[in-house]
């Protein structure tokens, strides 16, 4: 099964500093989460981010995984290259109830990390064999990139853009999850808002959605 887990605001504790950790947290960024990373060093990417203030960043030793005591992450990400350390860090995070993932042994982990196609940091489609191969998955998703790219269009951006401004919007004002969805479907099929849409005329498009809210009855 796969899940989409909300980060926003959390700690995630990402444990190394080379390729793989990389990887882990390019697939983070766009969650709205703080990214600690813990290593003794970073390749040069990770030490732009750094500077960048996209990441913390703990110069670290690690001998055990004791460290994490002194933290209350949601999530940790061990990525580094010795095994045997993984493993205690995976034992560490389960015992103070923390969600753990560790890049060479998928299989003891909470969760597998799917291969994640980004739509312009707005759709995200995962491709997951499950642990069974990290290797097909990317090669699944290198095949399939282009391909999602071509159907979802600038378009269908903005409207999920606009979607979630009247969602939000119609929390305030409209009291039943049922009645609100009706309004969403009222808003993504309307004539106006697409041509607006496809004209690029976006702020009238989102004038356009709450002059429709208001009207609500």
Request: glycine share 2%; proline share 2%; hydrophobic share 40%.
């Amino acid at each position: 099964m796969i899940v989409d887990l909300n980060l926003k605001g959390n700690l995630v504790i990402i444990i190394g500093g080379g390729a793989e950790a990389m990887k882990k947290i390019n697939s983070l960024l766009t969650q709205d989460c703080k990214i600690l990373v813990i290593s003794d060093k970073i390749n040069t990417q990770l030490a732009n981010y750094v500077k960048q203030k996209k990441i913390n960043f703990k110069k670290t030793k690690l001998k055990d995984a004791n460290f994490l005591l002194k933290y209350k992450p949601f999530l940790i990400m061990a990525a580094t290259n010795d095994r045997n350390l993984n493993r205690k860090i995976i034992q560490k995070a389960k015992k103070i109830k923390c969600l753990v993932y560790a890049s060479d042994d998928p299989e003891i982990s909470d969760f597998a990390h799917p291969s994640v196609i980004n739509i312009e940091d707005t759709v995200q489609i995962a491709i997951s064999t499950g642990g069974r191969s990290p290797v097909m998955a990317r090669k699944l998703k290198l095949q399939t990139e282009k391909i999602f790219k071509k159907i979802i269009k600038k378009e269908d951006i903005h409207h999920i853009k606009l979607q979630q401004i009247a969602r939000d919007a119609a929390k305030k004002i409209i009291p039943t999850q049922l009645e609100r969805k009706k309004f969403l479907y009222l808003v993504l099929n309307d004539k106006t808002i697409k041509q607006l849409i496809k004209d690029n005329k976006l702020k009238k498009a989102q004038q356009r959605a709450m002059l429709m809210l208001r009207r609500w009855k």
